[in-house]
C-alpha cells in the first residue's frame, strides 16, 4: 500500500510508516495534510493486497480553494448589501405631488368653442326655425330674459318674462347671401344677414349682422321661458272693471279676470300681470321683464265706458 503522507510504497502488515511514521488505519478512508498545503484523497481498499497498487493521488490547493470560498461570499454579501440599500432609499424618499394638476391652459375654452363641429352645410331660411336667446344671457330667480321664436308660417316672437311680442319675418336671400327681414314689435326690427353653424349635440347659433347699421346679434338654440306673476288673496278688485274692454281703434285692450289676472294689449305686444286697486280710481298693473315692474293708471267709469288714461274703452260682450 501507499502511505497517504509521504506516498512512499509500504507493506500491507505496516500500521506506522517507516518513512514518515504516519500511523495508518486500514478501515477508513485516508485524508490527511501535507507539508506542502496539500491533501490527499484516498479511500483504502481492504480487499485488495497487492503490493503494486498504481494509485496517483489527488490534490487541491486548501489556501486557493478558501480564496474562492470567500470571493464568493462578499460577491453574495455585497449584492445584497446593495438591493436592501436601493429599498431602503426608496422607502424613505418623500415625492411631494401637488393635489390638483393643471392640464388645460386659460384659452383652451376658447380654442373648444372655435372648434365645435358644425353640420350645417347650407344654411336656409329654415335653419331659423325654433327658439333662441342671447349669446350668454341667463335668468335668475328675480328676473327674465328675452327669447326670441320663428315659426314656418313666418310668425316672429318675442318672450321676454310675461310679455309677448309678436311680428313677422320674411327671406329675402339672394345667390349666395343670406337676409332675412325681421319685425317685431318692440323686438328686433331690421333687415339682417343671417348665418347658422353649429350641431344637434352641442346646439346652434344664430348670427344676425344688420345690413345699415352693422349692428349684430349673437343668438344661441334655447327653449323659451315664460315668468309670470301670482296674485295673492289680499288684492283689492273694483268689480265693475271685469270683463274685456277695447278701445274704438282695436289697437290696445284691457283683460280684467276676476283672480286679479290682467291681460294688457298695446299692437302686437300682449303684458300679462297682476291688477289691483290701489287707490280711488287707481290701478296698478305688476308684471315681469328684467325684473318686476309696475305700471300706474287712472281711471274713471262713465256711461258704461271705462276711461284709462284718457283713453275710451268700451266693453265687449264675452261668450
Same mark, same amino acid.
Given at each position: 500500500m501507499i502511505c497517504p503522507r509521504c506516498g512512499q510504497v509500504i507493506s500491507d502488515t505496516e500500521t506506522i510508516c517507516p518513512f514518515c511514521y504516519q500511523d495508518i488505519d486500514r478501515n477508513i478512508e485516508f485524508n490527511d495534510f501535507r507539508k506542502d498545503g496539500f491533501v490527499e484523497i484516498r479511500t483504502k481498499n481492504e480487499a485488495d493486497t497487492s503490493e503494486s497498487i498504481n494509485y496517483t493521488p489527488k490534490y487541491f490547493n486548501i489556501a486557493e480553494f478558501n480564496i474562492f470560498v470567500i470571493a464568493i461570499v462578499f460577491i453574495l454579501v455585497v449584492s445584497l448589501f446593495t438591493v436592501f440599500s436601493l429599498k431602503f432609499v426608496q422607502s424613505t424618499h418623500v415625492e411631494y405631488v401637488p393635489e390638483y394638476h393643471v392640464t388645460t391652459s386659460p384659452t383652451e375654452p376658447e380654442t373648444q368653442e372655435t372648434t365645435v363641429k358644425n353640420t350645417v352645410k347650407k344654411v336656409t331660411i329654415k335653419n331659423l326655425l325654433g327658439s333662441w336667446k342671447i349669446k350668454g344671457s341667463e335668468e335668475s330667480e328675480t328676473g327674465a330674459i328675452p327669447y326670441y321664436s320663428f315659426a314656418k308660417d313666418g310668425v316672429a316672437q318675442e318672450n321676454y318674462g /310675461? =310679455? $309677448?311680442? $309678436?311680428? $313677422? &319675418? #320674411? @327671406? *329675402? /336671400?339672394? @345667390? !349666395? #347671401?343670406? =337676409?332675412? &327681414? =325681421? *319685425? =317685431? !314689435?318692440n323686438g328686433i326690427k331690421g333687415t339682417y344677414y343671417f348665418d347658422v353653424t353649429g350641431n344637434k349635440d352641442d346646439g346652434y347659433t344664430l348670427t344676425l349682422k344688420n345690413i345699415e347699421s352693422g349692428s349684430q346679434y349673437q343668438l344661441v338654440s334655447a327653449t323659451a321661458k315664460a315668468k309670470k306673476l301670482t296674485p295673492t288673496e289680499d288684492l283689492k278688485l273694483d268689480k265693475k272693471l271685469f270683463g274685456y274692454w277695447v278701445n274704438e281703434d282695436e289697437e290696445k285692450s284691457y283683460r280684467f279676470e276676476k283672480d286679479g289676472i290682467v291681460f294688457r294689449v298695446t299692437g302686437g305686444t300682449t303684458t300679462e300681470g297682476v291688477w289691483s286697486v290701489t287707490d280711488k280710481n287707481v290701478i296698478t298693473i305688476q308684471y315681469m321683464k328684467e325684473t318686476v315692474k309696475s305700471v300706474t293708471l287712472d281711471y274713471i267709469l262713465k256711461d258704461g265706458k271705462l276711461y284709462i288714461t284718457e283713453t275710451e274703452y268700451i266693453k265687449q260682450n264675452q261668450d
Open positions: /310675461s =310679455i $309677448t311680442s $309678436t311680428g $313677422t &319675418y #320674411k @327671406d *329675402l /336671400s339672394e @345667390d !349666395d #347671401k343670406n =337676409i332675412v &327681414y =325681421i *319685425l =317685431i !314689435d
